[in-house]
């Protein structure tokens, strides 16, 4: 005797799997691509979770982070004395 279940109604609340849609545009897709050559992965997601990852390390790495200090200073610098918009 099996348990009958209604459609769209979750039976059960524990989430196994965190996923999520990403949508490329033309130039997204070519990049992935020449991505995937350099990192030798066949597969969109693994090469995606892999550039997370490498990307994830070179943001918080020392060298990026004293860039990204410098430019945000530089940020707050021209905000301070009223430069808003700078091309």
Do not use: C, W
């Not at 196994?16 to 949508?23: A, C, I, N, P």
């Amino acid at each position: 005797m099996s348990l009958e279940q209604k459609p769209f109604i979750r039976y059960n609340e524990e989430k196994k799997v965190d996923s999520f849609t990403v949508r490329l545009n033309k130039e997204e897709r070519e990049q992935l691509e020449k991505d995937k050559i350099i990192l030798e992965q066949k597969k969109d997601s693994t090469a995606i979770k892999q550039l997370a990852r490498i990307g994830s390390i070179v943001i918080h790495g020392s060298q990026t982070s004293q860039v990204l200090e410098v430019v945000f200073k530089n940020k707050r610098k021209n905000k301070r004395i009223g430069i808003y918009d700078f091309e």
